[in-house]
């Protein structure tokens, strides 16, 4: 089962890319949330997770929610990232914590 990770407009995306590595390394699955002003954020942070080679692209889909708020009916997008772990994760992470400690 993969590991879902919602993502917010207002938090920058490195956060979501940290957060979908621990999962990827825990579960091996993870699924990016996106709504409304979130996408950017999302395709973002599956871009690099996928270039860097941490994670492999199972499915991308979009969506179209409708609320309704005081009467009226709002549509908004949604886009879900499915990822699995690339076979590359394990030196494309141990080469990141290296730099990062200076090691």
Do not use: C, W
Not at 9 to 16: C, H, R, S, T
Not at 42 to 71: C, I, K, P, W
């Amino acid at each position: 089962m993969a590991i879902e990770i919602r993502a917010g407009a207002k938090k920058p995306y490195p956060m979501f890319v940290n957060e979908a590595k621990q999962g990827l390394k825990d579960k091996g699955n993870v699924e990016l949330h996106g709504l409304g002003e979130s996408i950017t954020n999302v395709v973002r942070a599956g871009d690099m997770l996928t270039s860097q080679g941490y994670a492999e692209l199972v499915s991308f889909h979009t969506l179209t929610l409708n609320e309704n708020r005081d009467g009226q009916t709002r549509s908004k997008a949604k886009v879900i990232i499915s990822l699995k772990k690339a076979s590359t994760f394990d030196k494309a992470f141990q080469d990141f914590e290296s730099k990062r400690f200076g090691k």
